[in-house]
């Protein structure tokens, strides 16, 4: 999990349930601190919550194996969306019902939920085994379906983004300018934004990825910085002073989808059940896709794993037969 910045190894660990990654001399320094954070930062390890217990299980049961890396991305899932101070034995039903559904509220494939659910089985199963759960709780599974893309227009685009306030339309922006997941923008760390891109080293498929900063997402990331989108927010952005907290920092997921949601409904959508914020990373493939990037290069751009998924979106451009009537009607 250590990798190499520059001169220097940086380890990647969960402290307490929080994201610490800090910088070595060496790789072995940075594979101790991996190994046993709380060691090496001199602080106090919680008990029996989420925090502590998912990173400890998920080490023990899937280290060393071809699947490490998959699991530790879930686990850490996990543990932000149920909340790192949450006692392990408080997870019940009810939660899991609750993570289901913002799974699927942010466009979470049935196929995908059913592997991050599976993850949680297998780490609550794990606690029973080490005595300290006594039961797991029903954890629902969904027959696979034939998954959708819902885009939206600049008409819905300018409306929806106009009902959210200040914090959530520009986290928004963002996510339909570079087409990332929330998950991703919420990781990002100032490091990993230059002037002209963004760099999303924690992805789906475990693949750093750098995309472009187009004008959108460098006012979203200087409002972030000042809380005020800045004119000529290209040059501004490099010269501002260096904050110590994450781009994203004061996004709280739960609130910008209970704003979307609220926005959703003003607008007429409460019953299109595609009209989520992962539309608005569905509608950014499809604009690249319409505006003629090729395959190979949107496929990068929006770090799919298979070139089928892509084919999704580049499938939209040749059966657009509206294209038809103005061929027609010359």
């Keep these: 999990m250590a990798r190499l910045r520059g001169k220097r190894w940086m380890g990647d660990a969960i402290v307490n349930g929080e994201r610490k990654r800090v910088t070595f001399e060496t790789q072995a320094e940075a594979e101790r601190y991996e190994a046993d954070p709380y060691a090496t930062l001199k602080v106090d390890q919680s008990t029996h919550t989420v925090g502590t217990l998912f990173p400890k299980w998920t080490r023990e049961l899937y280290g060393h194996t071809k699947d490490e890396r998959n699991a530790f991305r879930i686990s850490e899932e996990l543990v932000r969306r149920l909340g790192p101070a949450l006692p392990v034995t408080q997870i019940d039903r009810k939660k899991v019902k609750a993570l289901v559904a913002e799974l699927e509220a942010e466009g979470n494939s049935r196929g995908t939920i059913n592997t991050k659910t599976a993850k949680l089985s297998k780490l609550l199963n794990y606690g029973v085994e080490e005595e300290v759960l006594e039961t797991v709780p029903s954890i629902p599974f969904y027959s696979h379906t034939k998954e959708r893309i819902r885009t939206l227009s600049k008409d819905e685009e300018r409306a929806m983004f106009n009902s959210l306030s200040d914090p959530y339309r520009w986290f928004a922006e963002f996510l339909l300018a570079t087409g990332c997941r929330s998950g991703e923008a919420i990781a990002l760390q100032w490091s990993d934004i230059s002037a002209d891109s963004v760099t999303f080293w924690r992805t789906k498929t475990d693949k750093p990825r750098t995309v472009p900063l187009i004008k959108k997402a460098k006012e979203a990331l200087a409002w972030a910085k000042l809380g005020l989108p800045i004119p000529g927010a290209r040059s501004a952005l490099s010269q501002l002073p260096r904050v110590t907290h994450t781009p994203f920092k004061y996004v709280n997921y739960h609130t910008f989808i209970n704003e979307w949601n609220r926005g959703k409904a003003t607008l007429g ?62």
């Design 269 to 330: 959508f409460a019953d299109d059940k595609e009209f989520i914020p992962y539309a608005l990373r569905h509608t950014c493939a499809t604009r690249l896709a319409q505006g003629g990037m090729s395959e190979l290069r949107l496929m990068q751009w929006m770090g799919h794993s298979s070139l089928n998924t892509t084919k999704r979106y580049t499938h939209l451009t040749t059966t657009d037969l509206m294209k038809g009537v103005a061929i027609l009607e010359a």
